[in-house]
């Protein structure tokens, strides 16, 4: 049987190279923002290269769900999904989520806020997806009568290994050294949008070292973060944290 993870994100997270450390199992098939194509065509937002991804990733919401619940493209025992909460509209049924095992990417609003306007300069607290990842935990603890696993992207940056062994360990699914590292360059798993947002994790090998990095924000890109703050306190309340003696 097939084991369907899904990993919900906003944007400008850790979420790419955590989708280069599940795909470099040989275990483990990919699929990268399944939803990116509908929400662009929904939403009219003019992200870069929209219609191109439109294009690339169709439209109809309910054909992309029914590959969500079924088995991975190439039929490997792990089907890892890489997804933006913001991508879920109100109008998709949820009642596939279900089928999945449902994990959460967070990342301190300002840090998130900062990297996103170096891309779009017009973001607003709906573009980096906070308050849908709030939602969507909620709906998910509901549905499934437990909390999801929360990985905070600085925490895991800290001890990528400790981190990942335990997050294997939830989902009942062997660690594989092999997520650790892997090779430089685009895959071809990438979405269409790679060109436009995944240059860093193109030239990477693997999990970068945490740096604290000072943040320089406008008025308007804190207000942002600060309206994203208490989602984000939310979340982070329930995080995975590493084990003493790992």
């Known amino acids: 049987m097939t084991k369907r993870i899904a990993m919900w994100s906003g ?143 600085r925490e895991f940056l800290l001890n990528p290994e400790a981190m990942l062994r335990q997050i294997c360990d939830r989902l009942n699914i062997a660690f594989d050294t092999n997520m650790l590292k892997w090779p430089q360059g685009r895959r071809d798993s990438d979405g269409v949008w790679a060109k436009y947002w995944y240059g860093s994790v193109w030239d990477s090998r693997g999990f970068a070292h945490y740096v604290e990095k000072p943040l320089k924000l406008s008025d308007r890109e804190r207000m942002i973060a600060d309206q994203a703050q208490p989602y984000y306190e939310k979340l982070y309340q329930h995080r995975l944290q590493v084990q003493k003696g790992i």
């Open 11 to 153: 944007p400008r997270n850790i979420s790419t190279a955590m989708m280069r450390a599940w795909e470099n199992r040989a275990d483990c098939s990919v699929w990268d923002e399944p939803l990116y194509g509908y929400y662009l065509y929904k939403t009219g937002i003019p992200h870069p290269g929209a219609v191109e991804v439109i294009a690339d990733q169709g439209t109809d919401w309910r054909l992309i769900v029914d590959r969500c619940s079924q088995g991975s493209p190439e039929q490997a025992p792990i089907f890892y999904q890489k997804h933006m909460t913001l991508h879920l509209l109100p109008e998709i049924d949820k009642q596939w989520l279900s089928s999945l095992e449902n994990c959460f990417l967070i990342r301190d609003p300002e840090a998130v806020i900062s990297s996103y306007a170096a891309v779009r300069s017009d973001a607003t607290l709906e573009d980096i997806g906070f308050g849908q990842q709030v939602e969507l935990f909620d709906h998910i603890a509901d549905i499934t009568g437990k909390l999801p696993i929360i990985i905070d992207s």
